[in-house]
């Protein structure tokens, strides 16, 4: 006989090694060879459509909705700056821009305009070393926020 019973150890490791052929390099590896998943302009076309009215220009929190809102809107340059370990939250970032980890302000998930962040899924790796799926325009937005950061 050819082939080895399929054990479900095998299994998994098959089923990782063909999604990690499928989505490519993720995160900080996919940057250094030029092919990460999100493009910072096309985040920031889109920050300036979507966010700005809430988080205001400069990302600091201060859009012109900021004073309506139950809860104000975080100072999106200083992610990093307030992680535990000091590193940009990106799992944590595209948790609370899909609409996975909802914000009460917004009454649903966030962000108000859900459908319009919808598209194609890509891999990001989380600041934890975990690959993390989201729609292309989501990872545009992370890479924006990322280069934000003071």
Same mark, same amino acid.
């Given at each position: @006989?050819?082939?080895?019973?399929?054990?479900? $150890?095998?299994?998994?490791?098959?089923?990782? #090694?063909?999604?990690?052929?499928? +989505?490519? !390099?993720?995160? !900080?590896? #996919?940057? *250094?060879?030029?092919?990460?998943?999100?493009?910072? %302009? %096309?985040?920031?076309?889109?920050?300036? *459509?979507?966010?700005?009215?809430?988080?205001? !220009? #400069?990302? *600091?929190?201060?859009?012109?909705? +900021? $004073?309506?809102?139950?809860?104000? =809107?975080?100072?999106?340059?200083?992610?990093?700056?307030?992680? =535990?370990?000091?590193?940009? !939250?990106?799992?944590?970032?595209?948790?609370?821009?899909?609409?996975?980890?909802?914000? &009460?302000?917004?009454?649903? =998930? @966030?962000?108000?305009?859900?459908?319009?962040?919808?598209?194609?899924?890509? #891999?990001?790796?989380? %600041?934890?070393?975990? =690959?993390? @799926?989201?729609?292309?325009? &989501?990872? %545009?937005?992370?890479?924006?926020?990322?280069?934000?950061?003071?």
């Amino acid at each position: @006989m050819f082939f080895k019973a399929m054990t479900p $150890g095998r299994a998994v490791a098959a089923a990782l #090694a063909a999604l990690m052929a499928v +989505a490519g !390099p993720v995160g !900080p590896a #996919a940057a *250094e060879t030029g092919n990460a998943p999100g493009n910072a %302009d %096309d985040g920031r076309a889109l920050y300036m *459509e979507y966010c700005v009215a809430c988080h205001g !220009p #400069a990302a *600091e929190g201060a859009g012109p909705m +900021a $004073g309506v809102l139950t809860i104000k =809107p975080v100072d999106l340059t200083a992610l990093a700056a307030n992680d =535990p370990d000091g590193r940009f !939250p990106r799992g944590r970032v595209v948790r609370r821009i899909d609409g996975r980890d909802p914000l &009460v302000s917004h009454g649903s =998930p @966030m962000p108000v305009y859900g459908f319009f962040f919808e598209g194609s899924d890509v #891999a990001l790796r989380t %600041d934890a070393g975990q =690959p993390i @799926m989201t729609s292309q325009p &989501v990872a %545009d937005l992370v890479s924006f926020l990322e280069t934000l950061q003071d």
